[in-house]
């Protein structure tokens, strides 16, 4: 039973900041990469950043240089740093955890961020 599972999400004001988690337990092998999606109502899912095993990483240009996207490779664990946050950034959030053999995309039920003006 493989499970992925985010915490960090919340209500914040304009220009501040939260911190998202992601475990993946379970019998997850061959991990390729680890991310994160979202979804604001009315909008299709959307890639916010995704980390490589290899290290590189990938940004949705509307969070370039706010966004932090880190990895422990050792805990299954994904992060993501969400700095100077604006009421556009609200949507729920998405872990994706993608593995290589065979490919395939595991994802978390969500967590809501919610940022007021």
């Known amino acids: 039973q493989v499970q992925l599972v985010e915490s960090g999400g919340g209500l914040v004001q304009a220009g501040g900041s939260l911190r998202l988690s992601c475990v993946a337990s379970g019998s997850i092998f061959s991990i390729n990469a680890m991310g994160w999606y979202r979804q604001a109502p009315g909008k299709q899912r959307e890639l916010v950043a995704t980390k490589l095993s290899g290290g590189s990483t990938n940004y949705a240009d509307s969070v370039k240089d706010r966004f932090t996207i880190s990895r422990d490779n050792a805990k299954n664990t994904v992060y993501l740093q969400m700095n100077s946050l604006k009421p556009e950034d609200t949507a729920i959030y998405y872990c994706?955890?993608?593995?290589?053999?065979?490919?395939?995309?595991?994802w978390g039920q969500g967590t809501q961020v919610t940022v007021s003006s």
């Open positions: 994706n955890v993608r593995t290589r053999r065979p490919v395939y995309d595991y």
